[in-house]
């Protein structure tokens, strides 16, 4: 678990020995790697609009005072996918400031086999974004409530692909109705839905 090559390694027990033992905030940007936000097919159809949400999410949070702790999560995917480790697929599409983290993940769930757990407190307040809504958007938000965080996920600032009905047809779920579902799905587990307009008091006491 290490930064990209652009940056230098940085130990995760370091950055903690360093950081405030218990932050109260956490942004964790969820895959925002390079394949993702590419040119639609290979990158996600709403990546014109979500990529600059999230952008502007990273920069209000950098800009806090104090600033919550930042996560950047990347998916390492197997030989031949898109997000296969070290291809440019994989990389990150904004690159981790000097105290922020960096977590390789396997699977939708983040925390699982990752030391994410051991970076953000099950006391932490988490804002959500990334990709994909309906894989592991899910499943780290999902993962997060059973740990007691509470989670807020920004619409506009998550996204997935169109979705094909195998089972009915073949037919075609767009991905906005895909990601308008989940958050449907997210809000009834408890997890707090905000807009872009809420930015402003994102990191601050609200």
Excluded at 16 to 21: R, Y
Excluded at 183 to 198: T, W
């Amino acid at each position: 678990m290490s930064f990209t090559d652009s940056t230098p390694s940085t130990d995760h027990h370091d950055l903690l020995a360093h950081a405030q033992d218990d932050p109260e905030r956490v942004l964790i940007l969820l895959d925002v790697q390079k394949n993702m936000l590419a040119e639609p097919p290979a990158g996600v159809p709403a990546g014109a609009v979500v990529g600059p949400n999230i952008a502007k999410i990273l920069a209000y949070a950098r800009a806090a005072v104090p600033p919550p702790r930042i996560v950047h999560v990347r998916n390492c995917g197997d030989a031949g996918e898109p997000d296969e480790t070290g291809t440019p697929g994989w990389e990150l599409v904004h690159t981790p400031l000097p105290g922020e983290f960096v977590v390789d993940k396997r699977k939708n769930n983040a925390f699982a086999g990752t030391e994410l757990g051991k970076i953000i407190p099950a006391t932490s307040e988490i804002v959500m974004v990334g990709i994909q809504s309906d894989f592991c958007i899910r499943a780290t938000c999902s993962a997060a409530l059973s740990r007691g965080n509470e989670v807020l996920l920004v619409r506009g600032a998550h996204a997935t692909y169109d979705r094909i009905e195998y089972h009915n047809h073949g037919l075609i779920t767009s991905a906005a109705e895909v990601a308008k579902e989940i958050e449907g799905e997210l809000e009834e587990a408890g997890v707090h839905m905000l807009e872009m307009k809420d930015l402003p008091g994102l990191f601050t006491d609200r």
